[in-house]
């Protein structure tokens, strides 16, 4: 497991995921340029409140890579 941390709305929090996930998602942020952070951010604001994060950041994963393979 690989833990993460990152602030997000003001308050500092921690997820945790798979390495082959944090892999995944450390070379969706270098190709789009953007940092690991900025991307879990944007995962959080977008959603449900009673979502878990580590699984909706394995979620938007998944809709990545299956957005390339079409």
Do not use: C, Y
């Not at 993460?4 to 190709?31: N, P, R, Y």
């Not at 940092?35 to 990545?64: F, G, H, M, T, Y």
Request: charged share 25%.
């Amino acid at each position: 497991m690989h833990k993460i941390s990152v602030s997000l709305s003001g308050h500092q929090t921690s997820v945790s995921l798979e390495q082959e996930f944090f892999d995944i998602l450390q070379t969706i942020a270098k190709e789009r340029g953007i940092s690991v952070a900025s991307i879990i951010k944007n995962i959080d604001e977008s959603r449900l409140p009673e979502s878990n994060l580590s699984s909706e950041i394995r979620i938007w994963i998944l809709k990545q890579i299956l957005k390339t393979s079409k």
